[in-house]
């Protein structure tokens, strides 16, 4: 029983840190490179831009402004704005491009992730008129 003892009160006493790495959660700002702002989707021009829509709309984002003809949505989270810009690379495959419009790149990444994982989930979905 003293040997219990003892083992708990070293652990309480002596707590255990590990060298690991530490991982930013995805809600905290961090500088993010201009590479990963960017991503290819194997669909046209204006079924990436709706699942774009789609997407800033289902992580409750503030969409300020939508410009069909050119390609754009301008959206805010938590007091920033940021810049989605949809463009045709060919007749089957479109680029989305996430930028902050004040071009300060330290922001929380989970903006551009989960704009990117819905559109990927969303890919095969058909998108009604």
């Not at 300020?64 to 089957?92: M, P, R």
């Amino acid at each position: 029983m003293k040997r219990i003892l003892f083992l708990l009160s070293a652990l309480i006493i002596c707590p255990i840190t590990f060298s690991a790495e530490q991982i930013q959660p995805a809600t905290v700002p961090q500088n993010i490179m201009f590479e990963d702002c960017t991503k290819l989707f194997a669909v046209n021009k204006e079924k990436l831009f709706y699942l774009t829509l789609a997407s800033l709309s289902a992580n409750r984002f503030l969409i300020d402004e939508v410009q069909t003809a050119n390609g754009y949505v301008i959206f805010s989270v938590n007091k920033n704005s940021y810049l989605a810009t949809i463009a045709g690379v060919d007749g089957s495959n479109s680029i989305l491009k996430i930028t902050p419009c004040n071009n300060i790149y330290n922001f929380p990444p989970g903006i551009v992730t989960n704009t990117f994982k819905y559109i990927d989930l969303n890919l095969n979905s058909e998108v009604k008129s």
